[in-house]
Nanobody, 115 residues
Framework: QVQLVESGGGLVQAGRSLRVSCVAS????????WGWYRQAPAKQRELVAE???????NYAESVKGRFTISRDSAKKTVFLQMDSLEPGDTAVYYC?????????WGQGTQVTVSS
């Protein structure tokens, strides 16, 4: 069974930066697409950013210009660099990977931005 494990979350002050990572294991395949979602308390889960195997990235309007998604295919790892963080970015961040015909999810990592 494919496993996705996120790391790098934590508590940070507004205006600072944080980078979260996600590694895929138990698979020889490279994901065709990676994504980062987030879910804040009492809110629906939303797409933050996604990146294709070829490197095409898409971002939610709320994070454009502040967040950058990247991947290291050889290491089956995706990153989300988050700059100029705002209290509204506080959420659990989930990694997703499309491998074969399935989408897999990580367990999530908490990001808390204090004002």
């Amino acid at each position: 069974q494919v496993q996705l494990v996120e790391s790098g979350g934590g508590l940070v002050q507004a205006g600072r930066s944080l980078r979260v990572s996600c590694v895929a294991s138990r698979t020889p395949l490279i994901p065709s697409k990676w994504g980062w979602y987030r879910q804040a308390p009492a809110k629906q889960r939303e797409l933050v950013a996604e990146i294709s195997r070829g490197g095409t990235a898409n971002y939610a309007e709320s994070v454009k210009g502040r967040f950058t998604i990247s991947r290291d295919s050889a290491k089956k790892t995706v990153f989300l660099q988050m700059d100029s963080l705002e209290p509204g970015d506080t959420a659990v961040y989930y990694c997703t990977a499309s491998i074969g015909a399935r989408d897999y999810w990580g367990q999530g990592t908490q990001v808390t931005v204090s004002s």
